[in-house]
């Protein structure tokens, strides 16, 4: 009996011991599971609260006399790019291109005169609403040229474009187009689980990769 005693005696403290464990394992899980949901919160509020103000920026330099002149001024409208730019700095640049894909103005003033492929750019919304295309492997709208020799893209470099469409005084339909840069995004991410042990990427809601806290996630 003594035996018997000791050993079910033995076995009882195995048990507690063992539901202890799996009721801190349970918990430790929950409040991972939490602080997971936090960040990925934290996250996300800067994503979007990023790419809004890109949008809202776009909004209004579409409103811009200057690129709804109906006879446009190439170089006033660079020069109000270009200004438009230094408040974006999550922004590569900043292009004014035609709906047949003729760049009429750029940051990048290499690009102006480019032609480039516009699907590749992504469905646009009608005039006076934005949209978010594709990410697009390259450094600028020279990678999607429809004519010349392709740039050769480092590994890991792309743009995510913001387009806008607009109309000028002459009816003439124009798209505003800002190279939205995802490593503002992926430094963002990196600062925000520096000192954390989880990984993070953001999607769109139809799962295309936007940014990656870890190198060679896009």
Not at 91 to 116: F, K, P, Q
Not at 119 to 127: E, K, N, T, Y
Not at 167 to 189: H, I, K, M, Y
């Amino acid at each position: 009996m003594v035996l018997v005693g000791g050993a079910l005696a033995a076995l009882g403290a195995l048990l507690a011991v063992v539901l202890l464990a799996v009721s801190d394992f349970r918990s430790t899980i929950a409040a991972d599971q939490t602080h997971a949901a936090l960040l990925a919160r934290v996250l996300e509020d800067q994503a979007t609260r990023t790419l809004e103000s890109g949008e809202m920026a776009l909004d209004a330099l579409s409103a811009s006399p200057v690129l709804r002149a109906s006879a446009p001024d190439a170089e006033r409208m660079q020069a109000a790019l270009n200004q438009a730019l230094l408040g974006l700095p999550f922004l590569r640049a900043i292009a004014v291109v035609d709906v047949h894909g003729n760049v009429v103005a750029s940051t990048n003033g290499s690009e102006a005169g480019m032609r480039i492929h516009m699907d590749q750019l992504g469905p646009r919304g009608p005039v006076g609403r934005s949209s978010i295309g594709p990410l697009i492997m390259g450094r600028g709208l020279g990678a999607i040229r429809a004519a010349g020799a392709a740039q050769e893209v480092p590994q890991g470099l792309a743009f995510l474009p913001l387009l806008q469409s607009f109309v000028t005084e002459a009816g003439r339909p124009l798209v505003l187009v800002g190279l939205a840069n995802p490593d503002a995004f992926s430094n963002f991410q990196y600062l925000t689980l520096e000192t954390e042990s989880y990984d993070s990427v953001i999607t769109t809601y139809r799962g295309g990769v936007l940014a990656g806290g870890d190198d060679g996630v896009i």
